[in-house]
T-cell receptor, first 111, second 112 residues
């Protein structure tokens, strides 16, 4: 059974700070990794994908992947109150397997 | 480009009834995945369809079923509803089996 672990939070950061969200996983065969953002009462929205070890930057977001240590993280620079949401980590093996989600980390950015 | 359309948005049913939920994927996407989301369990995978064929099925009882039509629209059905089936049911559209998932707004099902 594939497991995706996230700290449920809430993670509270002041406006303008860097928010760091972490995710660990159990299956070494995992190949594709995704971060989704879910606002309260809304559906998940894809914000980042990463497939190779290292960092991938997209605007204020940076995804970091370390397959040897089996973790993936999301950094949000210059955090804004509008970033307050639950962030879901998701991953997939190569081939014919579904996307598996962690339970999410709730982020609160304090103005 | 239109997004993923799920209907209805809200449903209230009583125990023992059955329910059918509908999902229209993004135009050109041939894969649809369904998830159940509850506060305690998070997003749990139900099924995945590609070109009318079920590719994967999650660990849910046989009361949960689904299908996909030739136009890629998908439906899921839950029979003999139980209180524990109350959840947000999310449909995700993807271009192919290993592609990124884009979610619809979901159907909030309440079983009384």
């Amino acid at each position: 059974q594939k497991e995706v672990e996230q700290n449920s939070g809430p993670l509270s950061v002041p406006e303008g700070a860097i928010a760091s969200l972490n995710c660990t996983y159990s299956d070494r065969g995992s190949q594709s990794f995704f971060w989704y953002r879910q606002y309260s009462g809304k559906s998940p929205e894809l914000i980042m994908s990463i497939y190779s070890n290292g960092d991938k930057e997209d605007g204020r977001f940076t995804a970091q992947l370390n397959k040897a240590s089996q973790y993936v993280s999301l950094l949000i620079r210059d955090s804004q109150p509008s970033d307050s949401a639950t962030y879901l980590c998701a991953l997939r093996d190569s081939g014919n397997t579904p996307l598996v989600f962690g339970k999410g980390t709730r982020l609160s950015v304090i103005a | 480009k239109a997004g993923v359309t799920q209907t209805p948005r809200y449903l209230i049913k009583t125990r023992g009834q059955q329910v059918t939920l509908s999902c229209s994927p993004i135009s050109g996407h041939r894969s649809v995945s369904w998830y159940q989301q509850t506060p305690g369990q998070g997003l749990q995978f139900l099924f995945e369809y590609f070109s009318e064929t079920q590719r994967n099925k999650g660990n849910f009882p046989g009361r949960f079923s689904g299908r996909q039509f030739s136009n890629s629209r998908s439906e899921m059905n839950v029979s003999t509803l139980e209180l524990g089936d109350s959840a947000l049911y999310l449909c995700a559209s993807h271009a192919g089996p290993d592609e990124k998932l884009f979610f619809g707004s979901g159907t909030q099902l309440s079983v009384l």
